[in-house]
């Protein structure tokens, strides 16, 4: 068994984030969505099957996108949570926020990222 490695954006918003390049086991993502963001409906994505953030189009979910509706001056906390042993992802895995449920189509910068994978 392998050892866990923090994946994070740090303090830096993005719209997109590579947290694994190879295959291995996701256990935790924790995902705030800013305050700055505008007011609408996001859909976060946990997408796996790429050694790099896919291209907008056909994507392959390791779960189901989780829907926001976000208000423009309040964050928003979002949490995929496979604790206590992990789901596997074969490739690579990613996060991304979207505007659309199906397919991809990514947001602006609005969201913070720290995860655990193995």
Do not use: C
């Amino acid at each position: 068994m392998g050892n866990r490695q923090s994946v994070t954006s740090g303090q830096v918003l993005v719209s997109s984030l590579l947290l694994s390049g190879r295959p291995g086991d996701h256990f935790s993502t924790h995902v705030t969505l800013d305050a700055t963001a505008p007011t609408g409906t996001y859909y976060v994505q946990l997408l796996q099957g790429s050694a790099t953030v896919p291209a907008n189009g056909s994507v392959t979910f390791l779960h189901e996108p989780r829907t926001v509706e976000h208000t423009s001056g309040i964050p928003d906390e979002i949490v995929f949570d496979d604790e206590p042993g992990g789901v596997g992802f074969r490739v690579g895995l990613s996060i991304v926020l979207s505007t659309s449920q199906f397919p991809k189509t990514e947001a602006g910068p609005y969201m913070l990222v720290d995860g655990s994978i193995q």
